[in-house]
């Protein structure tokens, strides 16, 4: 593998995101005394910070690997609306496919950090499910641009904006049009991506979407549980996060289990968004399964080493492939 030449060609790629965007807002500050009104400490504030979180920081993922990238959610119609599409301007976001609603909330997750540990996290969010007339911008929107990417990455945090009936139609849109589909699921629609062509649980998503009482960390009883998983989505792959144990990947009828490499592991937020950012402009790019297993795994495995939900490091991931694969 030329992993420059490869590299290159992620500045070619144009992807698709859908999903739950929401919005990370920190607040950050001293703690030194106790509140006299009830035993709780008081945070004395010192900077406030709010960033992309979600499917959104999938998408910033995808911009630090050189791609261009679309973002189709529904979001608010609240002043944390207008700071994310603020936010999504300055990162060069496309958001032709953002659909404001008066009937949701805008979701913000926000941290309280005081002496640099998160003290309280306080969700403001709306998590019913899109209502019909909400269903039918977001698909209108993602038809009328589908032609245009070369992947699209379903990012499900189970906040209602995956329904049942966009998730059917967009992967049906992806068919039609053969552009590869990429699924980063969560629970209650799990059993809903038929047909994708990668399909990426980590060890506990694929143990509460089927329901398995098998101890996954034992490889026999994963592998049972991926071909039962596959035996109802039907994926043409199906890629398995298993944190300090690399990753496993399944195309019928290989396998192949990558071992994840030693990390100074600081924070283990936001792996998962680079995992399946990675994969999916790899796949995109038309890389073998080996590849995709081990340059998403690789990237995960990096930004573990940095603290907080941290975009990847493009020039740092492109020299960790070429020192490993040439040693």
């Given amino acids: 593998m030329n992993w420059d030449e490869f590299f290159n060609r992620f500045n070619e790629l144009n992807i698709l995101v859908i999903g739950d965007v929401m919005l990370d807002s920190y607040l950050f500050g001293k703690v030194d005394r106790i509140s006299p009104e009830a035993p709780v400490p008081v945070v004395s504030v010192e900077r406030r910070d709010t960033r992309l979180g979600g499917a959104a920081n999938v998408a910033l993922n995808l911009k630090a690997l050189g791609a261009k990238v679309s973002i189709a959610s529904v979001i608010g119609e609240d002043e944390h609306a207008q700071q994310m599409r603020k936010l999504f301007a300055d990162a060069q976001i496309g958001i032709d496919a953002l659909i404001s609603s008066p009937q949701r909330k805008t979701t913000v997750k926000h941290r309280i950090i005081g002496n640099n540990h998160q003290m309280l996290r306080v969700d403001d969010e709306s998590l019913e499910e899109l209502n019909a007339a909400e269903e039918e911008l977001l698909i209108a929107g993602v038809q009328q641009l589908i032609s245009h990417f070369d992947a699209v990455i379903f990012e499900d945090y189970d906040k209602g904006v995956l329904s049942q009936r966009v998730i059917e139609s967009v992967i049906g849109f992806c068919q039609e049009a053969g552009v590869p589909s990429v699924v980063d699921p969560k629970k209650k629609h799990f059993l809903l991506y038929k047909g ?132």
């Avoid at 890629?239 to 192949?256: C, F, N, Q, R």
């Avoid at 340059?295 to 990847?312: F, H, Q, R, T």
């Fill in 196 to 327: 994708v062509d990668l399909f990426k649980p980590n060890l506990k998503e694929i143990k509460e979407g089927l329901n398995s009482d098998l101890d996954l960390r034992q490889m026999p009883n994963l592998e049972h549980a991926v071909k039962e998983l596959n035996a109802m989505l039907g994926a043409k792959r199906i890629m398995v996060t298993l944190s300090e144990a690399g990753v496993l990947i399944y195309k019928d009828p290989e396998w192949l289990h990558l071992p994840a490499h030693k990390r100074d592991i600081a924070d283990v937020s936001g792996a998962g968004d680079t995992v399946v950012s990675v994969a999916a402009a790899s796949l995109a790019l038309g890389a073998s399964e080996e590849h995709i297993a081990f340059l998403s795994n690789l990237a995960g495995g990096l930004v573990c080493e940095e603290v907080g939900v941290v975009p990847l490091d493009k020039t740092r991931l492109l020299e960790e492939a070429k020192r490993l694969t040439t040693n």
